[in-house]
């Protein structure tokens, strides 16, 4: 199905492991952002690619790594979780830029 | 760096009733933004706003892009169950640098009461 999809849905990993969330979007958007939602935050964005190769830093880049090696496919890494990474992730793409964003359903991460 | 302040944090409400809520910044922003999000869902983009003064409509929503650039407000009329849901307001900022950090608010949680 067209669209943009996150996977898994949910994931439960211990302290120290390396996870991967995987976002995918059929449209072929240029952009892709991802973001984590927790309480009292709202939404903050992780990293943020513009083209195929292209990626950048947000407001709270530490503790990921991200990659796009092909515009379809952003997936997000956490090279060695912590605690304070349980949250909500969104992956979100675009066609223009920042002002009209298409969210995936979201990947709910807890860090034991 | 830029916040806003959205109020109300939450609404309870009727069905049919007019909802009101909006956001504040003490900065300029170039581009307001109106997100819903239903639960276990990613955000739904509602309206977008690009000038000062704007009114938009989308449905029985509208929003308003502030003459001072520092505000923006969502009105939701005649409220049904499935208005349910968490909006946020979102700014691109008027700042120099990087286009892509939009800056949301913390969301106002709507309850609808059949």
């Known amino acids: 199905d067209a669209g943009i999809t996150q996977s898994p849905r949910y994931k439960i990993t211990e302290t120290g492991r390396q996870v991967t969330l995987m976002c995918h979007q059929t449209w072929s958007h240029s952009y892709m952002f991802w973001y984590r939602q927790d309480l009292g935050h709202g939404l903050r964005l992780i990293y943020y690619?513009?083209?195929?190769?292209?990626?950048d830093k947000g407001e709270v880049p530490d503790g990921y790594v991200v990659s796009r090696s092909k515009t379809e496919n952003f997936p997000l890494t956490l090279e060695s979780a912590t605690r304070s990474q349980t949250s909500v992730y969104f992956c979100?793409?675009?066609?223009?830029?920042?002002?009209?964003?298409?969210f995936g359903s979201g990947t709910q991460l807890s860090v034991l | 760096g830029q916040q806003l302040n959205q109020s109300p944090q939450s609404m309870f409400i009727q069905e049919g009733e007019d909802v009101s809520m909006n956001c504040t910044s003490s900065?300029?922003?170039?581009?307001w933004l109106w997100y819903k999000q239903d639960p276990g869902e990613g955000p739904v983009l509602l309206i977008a706003l690009y000038k000062a003064g704007e009114l938009t409509s989308n449905g029985r929503l509208t929003a308003q892009f502030g003459i001072t650039r520092k505000d923006s407000f969502l009105n939701i009329s005649a409220s049904i169950p499935s208005d349910v849901g968490i909006y946020f307001c979102?700014?691109?900022?008027?700042?120099?640098?990087?286009?892509?950090?939009?800056?949301f608010g913390k969301g106002t949680l709507l309850t609808v009461n059949p």
């Open positions: 979102a700014g691109v900022p008027n700042s120099g640098g990087s286009n892509y950090k939009l800056t």
């Open positions: 690619s513009a083209a195929a190769d292209i990626t």
């Open positions: 900065s300029i922003f170039n581009t």
């Open positions: 979100a793409s675009s066609a223009t830029g920042i002002s009209r964003l298409f």
